[in-house]
C-alpha cells in the first residue's frame, strides 16, 4: 500500500504498452479504459480514464500484490511539475480527501499532458 503519511515518491517510467494487463483488466468497470501504464523495478501505476491503480509486488516470487484504487472523483487538487533541461524527472502530486498528498515521480521523457487532462476532466 502507499504510505499516505509520508507522501511516498515512487520512481516510475514509462513502459511500453500495458504490460500488466493480466492483472488489472479484471479490476476494470465498464467504460473503463486504460491510459499509461509506469513501472518502477518491481511495483507499477496505471492510469485509467476514471482512477489510479497503484500495485505493490510483494515477496520472493511477486505473486503477492497489493493493489490501491485512487479515483479521481476524490481529488481535491493536483500539480504537475515538467521536467527541464538540468532536471529531467517530472512529478504528480495529487490531494485526495482524508487521504492526503500521493506523489509520483518519473523518469526523464514521460510527458504527463494525458493523464493531466485526464485528472481536469473528471475533476471540471
Request: with cysteine.
Amino acid at each position: 500500500m502507499i504510505d499516505f503519511k509520508n507522501g511516498a515518491v515512487f520512481k516510475l517510467r514509462k513502459t511500453g504498452g500495458f504490460s500488466n494487463e493480466k492483472w488489472i483488466a479484471p479490476l476494470f468497470v465498464p467504460g473503463e479504459v486504460f491510459i499509461g501504464e509506469y513501472q518502477a523495478v518491481r511495483d507499477y501505476v496505471i492510469f485509467t480514464n476514471k482512477r489510479v491503480i497503484s500495485v505493490n509486488v510483494q515477496g520472493v516470487t511477486g505473486k503477492k500484490k497489493d493493489f490501491t484504487i485512487l479515483p479521481y472523483s476524490k481529488i481535491q487538487t493536483f500539480s504537475i511539475e515538467t521536467s527541464g533541461v538540468f532536471d529531467l524527472d517530472s512529478e504528480l502530486e495529487l490531494y485526495f480527501s482524508s487521504v492526503g498528498l500521493v506523489r509520483f515521480e518519473f523518469t526523464g521523457g514521460c510527458d504527463l499532458s494525458a493523464i493531466a487532462r485526464t485528472i481536469g476532466e473528471n475533476l471540471l
